[in-house]
């Protein structure tokens, strides 16, 4: 066949020139289902006469999942993660492969050839809307690690795990109140990460059921630079005339930043002053085992991810599911000693 002509098929078809070559030549690295739609559309074009036979699998081939981050600079947060998929994934002999994402998509940016030759994929630390919904379109098993408020569930055409921070938040949030501390402020973004949404809800839940108004002028719910957290943080401290009694923090790595600057610039706090945060991260040393946090199970995390994609190789037709992982609040400080 010219190669003229695999470029058309592969147009027709929307997938890669390589693609169409392994398919027609019984080449390992496309799944039986592609190879079988790709002869076919040759069959109708023209391209190929049926008599030739169809297309097989020259020989069984492994698995491979892929796993998919943007931001290369991740935390040991996500590497801990990745590395209990890796983990999984090796106890039931399949392979995982890294593919590296932007951190967000240009209008003309296109998936990796790479996804061609996987049977599924694990959407990691990805928080653009665009990039989202490109990897959406992509014809296999996926499973989302979070995704970004306003995007209905269903648009990610895949399972999604969220780690459950609405009912935590709201349980760190009445202590708080609890124990007399009453104007409180949230600090995270709601708008990058649904897991940043439920958040700062359980924030607002809290204050509702005890009959408190949080003050809006404490908290830091505006986007926010994800390259200038720190300036934006410290902006916004700096303007404020008195410092609440306490700040709940989206994560650790933004309460460390809240407690970098307020040690930075002395300011002076409340007797009973507090700040809490969100995954008990060990690699903020200002704040690691010093502050009341949830703590958040990473290893199962990464083992939940990788059952679940393989559950969807073996049983694509599954209708979606969302699921959210729990974790427990450590309460530290005069926290952990206040009355429940």
């Not at 607002?204 to 986007?223: M, T």
């Not at 600057?261 to 002053?273: A, D, G, I, S, V």
Request: aromatic share 8%; hydrophobic share 40%; glycine share 6%.
């Amino acid at each position: 066949m010219a190669n003229i002509r695999i470029q058309e098929l592969a147009d027709m078809m929307g997938v890669s020139r390589t693609t169409v070559w392994k398919a027609l030549n019984n080449r390992p690295g496309v799944s039986d289902e592609v190879r079988k739609r790709i002869f076919d559309r040759a069959c109708e074009a023209g391209i190929i006469d049926r008599a030739q036979g169809e297309p097989h699998s020259p020989h069984p081939h492994r698995k491979c999942v892929s796993v998919a981050v943007a931001r290369m600079e991740s935390s040991v947060f996500w590497m801990n993660i990745i590395h209990n998929i890796a983990i999984e994934l090796a106890r039931h002999d399949v392979d995982l492969m890294y593919t590296c994402l932007p951190s967000a998509a240009h209008d003309d940016y296109r998936m990796p050839a790479a996804f061609e030759n996987v049977s599924g994929v694990i959407v990691l630390n990805v928080y653009d809307e665009k990039l989202l919904m490109q990897l959406a379109q992509l014809n296999m098993p996926k499973v989302f690690l979070d995704t970004v408020p306003g995007v209905p569930f269903q648009r990610l055409n895949g399972d999604l795990v969220l780690v459950e921070g609405l009912s935590a938040t709201s349980e760190i949030t009445r202590r708080l109140l609890e124990t007399k501390r009453t104007r409180l402020g949230f600090i995270g973004d709601p708008h990058y990460a649904q897991t940043n949404a439920d958040r700062y809800q359980g924030f607002l839940c809290a204050h509702q059921a005890l009959g408190f108004k949080p003050d809006p002028a404490l908290s830091l719910v505006k986007p926010i630079n994800m390259n200038r957290y720190r300036e934006e943080i410290g902006d916004f401290l700096d303007h404020m005339s008195e410092i609440p009694d306490g700040f709940v923090c989206a994560s650790d790595f933004v309460a460390q930043c809240v407690m970098h600057h307020l040690n930075e610039t002395k300011r002076l706090l409340p007797e009973r002053f507090e700040l809490t945060g969100f995954d008990n991260s060990q690699e903020f040393e200002s704040v690691a085992g010093k502050i009341t946090t949830t703590d958040v199970q990473t290893h199962a995390i990464g083992r939940r991810l990788a059952q679940r994609i393989l559950f969807l190789i073996d049983y694509p037709n599954t209708p979606s599911e969302v699921s959210y992982i729990m974790s427990s609040v450590m309460f530290r400080g005069s926290l952990s000693l206040a009355a429940r």
